[in-house]
Each structure stands twice: as structure tokens, then as C-alpha cells.
């Protein structure tokens, strides 16, 4: 089974503030994709990124980017100057190639920007 | 639109008591999943469904059951089994194309239970 560590609880940052989100994984497997996933304080989860880990290069959208590092099986979540609308509580989730039965979600990371 | 809808959003329980929760999907998504989530602790699998008429046990299935008649709907029963169930539920769903690997999950926007 995926595991996923995301050691940051709670981030609290003033907005337009730049914020890394951490995500460890731990997988057995030697090819897998790593998600994340956004929680607003509506509830439901929303797709952000997925990446195959055949592909080390770092991915840019809009103020997100993400930084995947296979060696130190790290799949960390930037915020370029974030924005109030930015606060939720975000996932990374490991999973396997085929299916979504293994898929592990980490405990989340609780983020606040403040005006 | 597409997307998965859950219900009740607020449901209160006396204890002993049974309740279903209701998740119904227009994605034509095979597989269904229902998750746990409390604070602090992420999301937890309970069960899920690759397809009609057949599902697995996830990490946490004590007290709960499920059934998959349809493929538009995966209701689980919270029942008087469960110790401690006052949660919030989530429901997902996902396609099971197999070229494109693991897929996205989409899901509902919840179902928060609390046992008085």
C-alpha cells in the first residue's frame, strides 16, 4: 500500500506570500502517480495535479508548482503569492498505475492566507 | 452538469440507530469509493466498487455496509456497529480506463453525521 506523510499541519501566511506545501510518500511500486487534491471549507475535494513517475520535471499552472523529486520521494506544492481564496486544506495522495483501490491520502495540510 | 451528488448534507443519529447515505453519479464512472474523513487524520477508505454488483472492504469497513445495484448509485449504511461514527463522508468516483491508468478522482461535496 502507498503511504504519504505531509508534516505540516497548519501554515498560516499573509497574502501574496509564497507557500511549499511538503509531501513525503513512501510505495513499493517503481512506476505509480502522485496527486493533489484542494479542500475548500465547502468540503469537496478538488483535483489540482496529477504526475506519472516517469516524469521528474517540475510542472508550473498559473501561481501553483510543483516540484517532484524521485530521489528523496518528495512532491512538494508551491503557491506563488497566494490569495485568500488559496485557504483550504490540501491532500497528496500516492497511487498506483492501474487502479485507484490503493490510493492513500496524507493527513492534509491546513493552509490560511490572511487579507 | 456531471458530478456526484451526496445526501443528505447534515444528518443527526441517535445512537443504535442505522443510517444510509446516499451517493448517486452522472459520470458513467464504474468505480465508486466511500471515504471518511476526521480531523486531523485525512481521508480514510471504507469501501469501494470497481464495478456493478460487486464490491471490496477498504481499511476501516467495521460498522459499515454498502451495495452497488447501479452504477449511477454506491449508498453506505452507517450502522449501530460503528463506535464512533459521527464523521464526515465522502463519496468518489472514477473511470477505469485502463490506458489511462490510475484516474481522478471526482467527488461529492459530503455528508457530515453526527450522533447525539
Known amino acids: 500500500a502507498q503511504k504519504v506523510t505531509q508534516a505540516q499541519t497548519e501554515i498560516s501566511v499573509v497574502e501574496k506570500e509564497d507557500v511549499t506545501l511538503d509531501c513525503v510518500y513512501e510505495t513499493r511500486d517503481t512506476t505509480y502517480y502522485l496527486f493533489w487534491y484542494k479542500q475548500p471549507p465547502s468540503g469537496e475535494l478538488v483535483f489540482l495535479i496529477r504526475?506519472?513517475?516517469?516524469?521528474?520535471q517540475n510542472e508550473i499552472s498559473g501561481r501553483y508548482s510543483w516540484n517532484f523529486q524521485k530521489s528523496t520521494s518528495s512532491f512538494n506544492f508551491t503557491i506563488t503569492a497566494s490569495q485568500v481564496v488559496d485557504s483550504a486544506v490540501y491532500f497528496c495522495?500516492?497511487?498506483?498505475?492501474?487502479?485507484?483501490?490503493?490510493?492513500?491520502f496524507g493527513a492534509g495540510t491546513r493552509l490560511t492566507v490572511k487579507p | 452538469d456531471g458530478g456526484i451528488t451526496q445526501s443528505p448534507k447534515y444528518l443527526f443519529r441517535k445512537e443504535g440507530q442505522n443510517v444510509t447515505l446516499s451517493c448517486e453519479q452522472n459520470l458513467n464512472h464504474d468505480a465508486m469509493y466511500w471515504y471518511r474523513q476526521d480531523p486531523g487524520q485525512g481521508l480514510r477508505l471504507i469501501y469501494y466498487?470497481?464495478?456493478?454488483?460487486?464490491?471490496q472492504k477498504g481499511d476501516i469497513a467495521e460498522g459499515y455496509s454498502v451495495s452497488r445495484e447501479k452504477k449511477e448509485s454506491f449508498p453506505l449504511t452507517v450502522t449501530s456497529a460503528q463506535k464512533n461514527p459521527t464523521a464526515f463522508y465522502l463519496c468518489a468516483s472514477s473511470s477505469r480506463t485502463v490506458l489511462s491508468g490510475a484516474n481522478v478522482l471526482t467527488f461529492g461535496a459530503g455528508s457530515r453525521l453526527t450522533v447525539l
Open positions: 466498487s470497481q464495478i456493478v454488483n460487486d464490491f
Open positions: 504526475r506519472n513517475s516517469f516524469d521528474e
Open positions: 495522495a500516492p497511487g498506483d498505475l492501474y487502479n485507484n483501490n490503493d490510493m492513500r
